[in-house]
C-alpha cells in the first residue's frame, strides 16, 4: 500500500492457499510481515508452520521452517527447522529474523545464515515465568518487535502483557500483570491489556500495541508508562476521529512510520487505519509577563502542539506564597481551560501574582514558564517644573516622582550641554553660557500605565558675577582701572557697566549715551510728564535695564505707580527704552533715572 493509499498485490495469489515459491507464490494465511533494511519481506506463513521471504522483485522463497507445512519445534538451519503456528515476525538491524511462535509458545531466532534457536520460552510449555533462556515461559506470544538496543518485545497475548527479552535471552515482564485482563494506563505492571495482538516500536524508544479485545492503540513510553492514544475501551467500530473519539474492531497491529504516522491493522473492520504523528504536550509559544494599570483588563496565551489534542489548565501562585492552586472561571479569572487566560479588573492586590499553564494529552503533560503580572499605577511628576543652572559650574536638579513600577524619563528641547538620566530623572550640565536661555524643555515619565506624566519645564542660566565680570570687563592691554562694572577707563564719567550696555568703548574717549529726559504733555490727562529715553546695545543681553525715581536724589523707587515702560524696541541692533513717569509733574522736584543692572 503506497503512501497515497494505493494497494496493489506483492505475492501470493488472491482466494488460493498454498505453499508454492514459483511466481507470486501462494501462502496460507499468513499472520505478520516484516522488512529488512534491503527491502526484503518476511512473512510469518502461520498456515504453512513456515517464515517465507519475499525479495524487493518479488521473489519468494521458504526461508526457514518446512516446505511441506510440517509443523515442530525443531532448532536448524532453513527448511530443517520446525515451527508451529508462527504468527509474529520482525528483523533487526543486523538482519537477524526473530519469530513469535506461537504454537510452540517460544520466540526463535534465525540468523542471517538462516540458523534457527530458541531464543527464550519452553517448547509446548505455557506460563507467565520471567527467567533466562527456556526457563522463561509464555502463554500464546502472538508478535515480536525488536528494537535498536536489541531488546525484542513480545505480545504475550493470553498472559494480557508485554514482555521484553535482551539479546541474551533474559524475560521480563515490561507492562501488564499475568492473567489479569483490563484497559488501565499506568506504569509498568499497573497497566492492563486484554489479549494484545500487535507490537511495534519506534526509533525513540516507544512500544506500540494493538490491544485487540480492548479495540485500542496503546503506547509504552521509554519510562515504561503505558497510555492509551486511541478507541474507547471495550467499545468496538469504525469510526475516524481523535483519541477516544475513534473506534476499533479488534486491531491486530499498529506500526509507526519515521514521520510518527502510525498504520493500523483493524482485523475486524478489514481496513487499514492511519493515524497522524502522536505527540506529547509541548509549548510553542510560551505565555509573556504583563504590566498592567489597575482596574484594567489582561490576558496571558499559549501555543500548545500536541496529539491528541491536549487539555489546558491555569494555575496561579499569589505573591509571597510557595504553592501553585488551579484557576476556575470565577471571579476574575475566565479561560482557565484554555490556551487564553483572560483576568477581569486586575487589582493592587494581584501584583506580583504568577501564572503558568499546564497542558497534557495521554501522552504526557508539560507546564509552561511561569509569568509574572505586576499591576501598575500610572506616573506622575511631584517636583517643580523650573530650575536655574549657573553658566561654567555644574548644575543639577532631580525630576521627582511617584507610581507603579518606578518610572523612566525622556526629555526634549535640551540643550546639547545638558542631558536626563532616564532611570534616575537626574537632570544635569554645565552650561557654558547664556546663549539660548531659558529653554523650554518637555519632561515625560512613563511605565507602561497610562497615561504617562509630561512637565513643562523651564530651565533658565544665570552667569556669576565673576564669571559676567571676566567675559566683558576683565584685564584689558596692561589697564587695571578696566576690571570691573564701575570702573569707569576714559573718565568719562560712565562706568563700564553703562558704557557697555549703551555700545560704547569704555577704553576710548566716546560720547556719553547717557539717557535723554524730556516733558511733555500726556493727552490722557493734559498735564506735563517726566520721560525719560535711552539708547541701548540690543546684543548686551545680560543686562537689566530698571527706571528709578526720587524725589529727592537719594531715595530712589522702582515699580509701577512711578514708572511705566513706554516702549521697548529693537531695531538694527538698537534698543530704545522709552520710560514715562506716571504721576504728572507739579510742583514738587522729582527725578527720574535709568539704572543699569547685572543678573
Known amino acids: ?56 522483485a518479488g521473489v519468494v522463497s521458504t526461508y526457514a521452517g518446512s516446505s511441506s507445512g510440517t ?24 538482519g537477524n529474523v526473530y519469530v513469535a511462535d506461537t504454537g510452540n ?10 540458523a534457527v534457536t530458541t531464543l ?23 508478535d515480536v518487535a525488536a528494537e535498536s538496543t536489541g531488546n525484542v518485545f513480545v505480545a504475550d497475548a493470553n498472559n494480557q502483557t508485554i514482555r521484553k527479552v535482551t539479546a541474551a535471552g533474559v524475560v521480563t515482564t515490561y507492562a501488564g500483570a499475568a492473567s489479569a485482563i483490563g484497559s488501565n494506563d499506568g506504569l509498568g505492571a499497573s497497566a492492563r491489556f486484554n489479549s494484545p495482538s500487535g507490537v511495534r516500536t519506534d526509533s525513540e524508544g516507544n512500544v506500540y500495541v494493538a490491544d485487540g479485545s480492548n479495540h485500542l492503540i496503546r503506547r509504552i513510553a521509554p519510562t515504561g508508562i503505558v497510555n492509551t492514544l486511541a478507541g474507547l475501551a471495550g467499545v468496538s467500530g469504525t469510526a475516524d476521529g481523535i483519541g477516544t473519539a475513534a473506534r476499533f474492531n479488534a486491531p491486530s497491529n499498529a506500526a509507526p512510520d519515521a514521520s510518527g504516522n502510525i498504520y493500523i491493522v483493524d482485523t475486524n473492520s478489514h481496513t487499514l487505519r492511519k493515524s497522524a504523528p502522536s505527540a506529547a504536550p509541548s509549548f510553542q509559544v510560551q505565555p509573556s509577563s504583563h504590566a498592567t494599570a489597575a482596574t484594567q483588563n489582561t490576558t496571558f496565551t499559549v501555543t500548545v502542539s500536541a496529539n491528541p489534542a491536549p487539555t489546558c489548565q491555569w494555575q496561579r501562585l499569589p505573591a509571597g506564597r510557595s ?64 530650575a536655574t543652572f549657573t553658566v561654567g559650574f555644574p548644575g543639577i536638579f532631580t525630576v521627582a516622582s511617584t507610581g507603579t513600577p518606578a518610572p523612566t524619563f525622556s526629555a526634549t528641547g535640551l540643550p546639547a550641554w545638558a542631558s536626563l538620566n532616564t532611570s534616575s530623572g537626574v537632570l544635569s550640565g554645565t552650561p557654558p553660557g547664556v546663549a539660548g536661555a531659558p529653554f523650554a524643555i518637555t519632561i515625560t515619565a512613563s511605565n507602561g500605565a497610562a497615561p504617562a ?27 587695571v582701572s578696566v576690571a570691573g562694572d564701575n570702573a569707569d577707563p576714559d573718565n568719562d564719567g560712565l562706568p563700564n557697566l553703562v558704557e557697555y550696555a549703551s555700545g560704547s568703548d ?23 510728564h517726566l520721560t525719560l529715553t535711552a539708547t541701548l546695545d540690543a546684543s548686551a543681553t545680560d543686562i537689566i535695564p530698571v527706571a528709578e525715581v526720587s524725589p529727592d536724589l537719594q531715595r530712589w523707587q522702582t515699580g509701577l505707580g512711578y514708572t511705566e515702560v513706554v516702549t521697548d524696541t529693537i531695531a538694527n541692533n538698537i534698543r530704545t527704552l522709552v520710560l514715562r513717569d506716571t504721576t504728572p509733574v507739579t510742583g514738587a522736584a522729582r527725578y527720574l533715572r535709568l539704572r543699569i543692572n547685572r543678573p
Open 323 to 386: 504553592t501553585w492552586a488551579s484557576l476556575t472561571d470565577a471571579g476574575p479569572y475566565s479561560g482557565t481551560a484554555t490556551a487564553t487566560l483572560t483576568i477581569t479588573g486586575v487589582t493592587l492586590a494581584m501584583s506580583g501574582d504568577q501564572f503558568r499553564c499546564t497542558a497534557a494529552n495521554v501522552l504526557g503533560s508539560s507546564t509552561s514558564s511561569p509569568v509574572t503580572l505586576t499591576v501598575t499605577i500610572p506616573p506622575q511628576i511631584a517636583s517643580g517644573n523650573a
Open 71 to 94: 509443523a515442530g519445534s525443531t532448532n536448524a538451519t532453513g527448511t530443517s527447522a520446525r515451527f508451529r503456528a508462527p504468527q509474529g515476525v520482525t528483523v533487526d538491524a543486523s
Open 105 to 114: 509458545n517460544l520466540i526463535r531466532k534465525i540468523t542471517t545464515a538462516r
Open 453 to 479: 506624566a509630561v512637565q513643562s519645564f523651564t530651565l533658565g542660566v544665570m552667569m556669576t558675577y565673576a564669571g559676567w565680570q571676566s567675559i566683558h570687563f576683565g584685564a584689558n592691554s596692561g589697564l
Open 120 to 142: 527464550s520460552g519452553g517448547t509446548g510449555v505455557s506460563g507467565s515465568t520471567d527467567a533466562t533462556g527456556t526457563a522463561a515461559r509464555f502463554n500464546f506470544p502472538v
Open 506 to 528: 569704555p577704553l576710548a574717549a566716546s560720547s556719553a549715551k547717557s539717557p535723554v529726559a524730556t516733558f511733555a504733555t500726556n493727552p490722557a490727562d493734559g498735564l506735563l
Open 1 to 56: 500500500v503506497t503512501p497515497a493509499g494505493v494497494a496493489t498485490t506483492f505475492a501470493g495469489n488472491a482466494g488460493v492457499a498454498g505453499r508454492s515459491n514459483t511466481g507470486a507464490g501462494t501462502f496460507n494465511n499468513p499472520s505478520n510481515v516484516a522488512v529488512d533494511g534491503s527491502g526484503n519481506v518476511y512473512v510469518a506463513d502461520l498456515g504453512n508452520n513456515s517464515i517465507r521471504k519475499i525479495t524487493s
